[in-house]
T-cell receptor, first 115, second 118 residues
Framework: DSGVTQTPKHLITATGQRVTLRCSPRSGDLSVYWYQQSLDQGLQFLIH???????AKGNILERFSAQQFPDLHSELNLSSLELGDSALYFCASSVVSGNPIETQYFGPGTRLLVL | GDSVTQMEGPVTLSEEAFLTINCTYTATGYPSLFWYVQYPGEGLQLLLK?????DKGSNKGFEATYRKETTSFHLEKGSVQVSDSAVYFC?????????????????FGKGTLLTVNP
């Protein structure tokens, strides 16, 4: 158990809908990263938050957004869902933001299926 | 941009066989290198890491050496077990961007599925 929790574990929805994925980092970790894992694209970085502020964006679609709240949990919002958004979404946390050798601890993921 | 290339899988071995999973990278500067493992139905777990050239990361009998001259970080284990069956990901984490931003995102290879048979 990494200490990172993600809810829900599974999510089934329809095209055009909007969903919210939630992540609680390890106690004391200030950074949260979101990744998408799909069969065709592999594991891709989406976005990084540090202590409530957005720090970096990766291959995140404009239909997707995220935020990190004062209690440090984070939410990833996916809207106008398409079939191709079906994937496993991971969040990871680390203590600070500024050290490339820092280990990122991954949650169990949320599996999203868009029908 | 940064990229990681792993050997294509799947890899199927018998118990106690020797394992090598090749990983090469392209990055500016001196990235940190990682191997993560994903067991069926679970998230990713850090297996080992190395932060500078010639460093050797090791854990649970697995080893990998950071080779700057060949830009490689190959994963090895001398004697695999059935419980090692999983997907293995090589990844790198880069230095700060030129714009001064902090971006320690992980760039992953596509993963290698390892199956170990009794």
């Amino acid at each position: 158990d990494s200490g990172v929790t993600q809810t829900p574990k599974h999510l089934i929805t329809a095209t055009g809908q909007r969903v919210t994925l939630r992540c609680s980092p390890r106690s004391g970790d200030l950074s949260v990263y979101w990744y998408q894992q799909s069969l065709d694209q592999g594991l891709q970085f989406l976005i990084h938050y540090y202590n409530g502020e957005e720090r970096a964006k990766g291959n995140i679609l404009e239909r997707f957004s995220a935020q990190q709240f004062p209690d440090l949990h984070s939410e990833l919002n996916l809207s106008s869902l398409e079939l191709g958004d079906s994937a496993l979404y991971f969040c990871a946390s680390s203590v600070v933001s500024g050290n490339p050798i820092e280990t990122q601890y991954f949650g169990p993921g949320t599996r999203l299926l868009v029908l | 941009g940064d990229s990681v290339t792993q050997m294509e899988g799947p890899v199927t071995l018998s118990e106690e066989a020797f394992l090598t999973i090749n990983c090469t990278y392209t990055a500016t500067g001196y990235p940190s290198l990682f191997w993560y493992v994903q067991y069926p139905g679970e998230g990713l777990q850090l297996l080992l890491k190395a932060t500078k050239a010639d460093d050797k990361g090791s854990n649970k009998g697995f080893e990998a050496t950071y080779r700057k001259e060949t830009t490689s970080f190959h994963l090895e284990k001398g004697s695999v077990q059935v419980s090692d069956s999983a997907v293995y990901f090589c990844a790198l984490s880069g230095p700060p961007t030129n714009s001064g931003g902090s971006n320690y995102k992980l760039t992953f290879g596509k993963g290698t599925l390892l199956t170990v048979n009794p």
